[in-house]
């Protein structure tokens, strides 16, 4: 067998393709459309009553301060002396990474590609302070205990160096700390006012004030969940459900969804970047995989403007098989 | 000179007589299934809006608490399924058609653009869903927005603007696209199939 180009000229083909005055068949173009859209309501139906839908309930920091009291606490403690992710991520929620451009475990927030660093050049459109979002602007509505606005105090008054020695002795309590019931016994050390303060919030926590908290600004009604979903992100109660689920970046991430369902299958090829090295284990796998989707994307919209790609159909012909009807009885084509 | 409203009038009734329009006959090579998929996609497409509508008259929490408003978000989410099916099988159909010949490049893209919509549309509508698998897409879904500076303007963690954009911006944008490749495809007409002439270069030759 021998594959030759197709021969005739893109305008020629082109030219073929503006008029058609051959024979034509009956067509009702209305009733096609209620009858296509009546077939679809039944197999829609019919899949709704047989598979339903996914409703998982949504994880609550209540939750997952007496689920996880001790995960719960190392989380707040990262806030507080700035060492989780959100303290660290950079535009569009503040200015961090403090480490030399890197967060502490290697990643870096402020993705780029080239010379392109559009997240850091749009800045910081929606602020959060870790420390004081999730740890000292809660503690402060607490004010009926004094113990708890006494060691505010301290810790608000000591110098960078004393903070940083305190959460640093707090965290290597942490590590050896209880958690039984819901409570967590943390062992003495020189960790001064953050004992208190951490004791103080994870009591508010699990009383479900901080859900309450960290939603509340100056407006009563509330439709932001930036702050609380990044707090709970930081810890390990959404990881650990999503892990369950089969749902990490690493197992095709957010194009599925909880149970056996089908997800978002459309998104397979953004995902499928991901599972990619060394893209999906570069520190700018965002941008690139997103960067990457653009130029397809743009690409499958000029598809009649791409020499080489709009021949395709011509060069593998399956629309012999389309047309094959048509080109049996109209053998000239 | 005319009015505005009579060259409206008489450019639209050039570009799409009502025989165009909603016509009662067409070219006898449109006989293959695929065809049928592009009234499918408007099909589902008549799914998700209907139970959209219902979901949105109930807002957003009723289907967590009632037997009822749970089914039909199972209708709503399964009518995306099949929309998305329905549509990249007529996309992949009318690739191998080269379907944007003879002038329909307008056409392809407006289909195109279509696809590239609907894929917001869903994202925000799995967004909006107040369930964990929201909470899960949004948290990681907002690395990639915020990699690519959207995430400035386009906050995937606030619930409120992902609902508005899931319930009218984008849907609105579907359907106005939608109505445009609609109105392309019928004042173009179908296109015809590709000359038999441009296939006899690739025939198999028969071994001497």
Known sequence: MRLRLPRLSNAELNDAARHYDGPTRPYDIVKEVCIASAAVVLLVLALAFVFSSPDESPST??????????????????????????ANYGPPYNNGPTNNGTYYDGTNFQQHIWFIHIEKWLGVTHPIDAAQAYVLAPL?????????????KAYLAAPAKEQNAWTTAYGNALNKAAAANGSLTVPAGAYGPVGTMMS???????????????????????????APLLFLEDG???????????????????????????????LWLYTFWYQVKPIGTSPNA?????????????????????????????VIPIYKLIWRDYYRDHPAG | MSSWTARLRETYLRNLPPEKLLPDSQPAYMESAIYVFGALTIGALFTIIASGVILALKGPTWWHTSDIGHFFNSVHLWAVELFFFFMVIHLWGKFWMSAWRGGRSRVWMSGTICFLVAIPTAFTGYLSQQNFDSQWIA???????????????????????????????????????????LLLVRRHGIVPPIPLADLAATVTEPKA
Do not use: C
Request: aromatic fraction near 8%; charged fraction near 10%.
């Open chain 2, 139 to 181: 948290t990681q879904g907002k690395d990639g927005m915020n990699a690519l500076g959207v995430g400035s303007f386009f906050n995937v963690l606030n619930f409120g603007q992902m609902y508005s954009y899931h319930v009218v911006l984008l849907p609105a944008a579907i359907m106005a696209i939608v109505g445009l490749h």
């Open chain 1, 61 to 86: 920091i209540a939750q997952w301060s007496r689920q996880m009291p001790a995960d719960f606490v190392t989380t707040a403690l990262s806030e507080l002396d700035g060492q989780s992710e959100t």
């Open chain 1, 140 to 152: 402060r509505t607490i004010p009926d205990d004094p113990a708890v606005q006494s060691a505010l």
């Open chain 1, 286 to 314: 965002d941008i690139l995989a997103g960067t990457i989707m653009g130029v397809l994307s743009l690409a499958l919209l000029l598809i009649p403007f791409i020499p080489g790609v709009r021949s395709i159909p011509r």
């Open chain 1, 236 to 266: 390990s109660a959404l990881t650990d459900r999503a892990t369950a689920q089969h749902l990490l970046g690493t197992q095709w991430g957010m194009m599925n969804e909880t149970g056996s369902y089908p997800g978002q299958v459309w």
């Open chain 1, 200 to 226: 103080s919030l994870l009591a508010l926590a699990q009383s479900g004030g901080l859900d309450g908290d960290l939603l509340a600004n100056k407006q009563f009604y509330q439709t932001d969940y930036t």
